[in-house]
């Protein structure tokens, strides 16, 4: 209760302070695991780069790595993008990752 005497909406609404509280951990979360997802594509992508010179087992295992952070990335963001332009970030990030998988190494495919 308010120090009026009110009841608060989440008191009125007692479902309403768990959703709220539902919304806010899944905010949470996505915050978190876009922060993640995107620390682990700029760490394997670095990781194709210094493989250039490398022996093809090391560029494939950097390739493949790679491939799975670009896949990470789009399932973060296909449960995490709210926007107007989720379809349109979605459509961009699968062909982004159609097109390095065609780039890869041929042994190295998915």
């Not at 509280?21 to 949470?28: C, D, E, R, T």
């Not at 950097?62 to 107007?84: P, S, W």
Request: hydrophobic share 35%; net charge positive.
């Amino acid at each position: 209760m308010s120090p009026h005497g009110h009841l608060g909406v989440a008191e009125r609404r007692p479902g309403c302070a768990g959703a709220l509280g539902s919304a806010i951990s899944a905010a949470a979360d996505c915050a978190s695991d876009l922060t993640a997802s995107q620390q682990g594509l700029e760490r394997t992508r670095a990781a194709v780069a210094a493989s250039a010179t490398s022996a093809e087992a090391q560029k494939c295992a950097a390739h493949r790595r790679y491939y799975a952070a670009l896949v990470k990335v789009r399932e973060v963001f296909t449960r995490c993008d709210t926007g107007a332009q989720k379809g349109s970030h979605a459509a961009q990030l699968t062909a982004t990752i159609d097109d390095f998988k065609t780039k890869m190494p041929r042994g190295c495919r998915p």
